[in-house]
């Protein structure tokens, strides 16, 4: 609907045509709010991994990319080396 108002907008500065969506609200949507850690909670979590082992620091670093970036765990799986370089 973005879009359409913007054309209509467009033609309508340029005097190609009447704006059709002048009259038209923009319909509010309630923003759902999802459930997050706290901040002590994230430091718990970060606190998990042992660190002396490759896997800790795997796991670590797993963690620092979905805490860092909001990313869902699939698409953390997902990423390549050429998606961070």
């Known amino acids: 609907m973005k879009m359409v108002k913007q054309r ?5 500065n340029r005097r190609y045509a009447d704006n059709p ?3 038209i609200k923009k319909q509010s949507v309630a923003q759902k709010e999802f459930p997050s850690f706290t901040h002590t909670q ?3 979590l970060l606190k998990q991994p ?3 082992t490759w896997d800790g620091i795997r796991d ?3 963690l620092l990319v979905l805490a860092d970036t909001g990313c869902r765990i ?5 990423l390549t080396l050429s998606d961070i370089i």
């Open 50 to 52: 042992y660190l002396k």
């Open 21 to 23: 969506t002048a009259g």
């Open 74 to 78: 699939s698409e953390a799986l997902f």
């Open 8 to 12: 209509s907008a467009e033609s309508s």
């Open 42 to 44: 994230a430091l718990k």
């Open 60 to 62: 670590f670093a797993l």
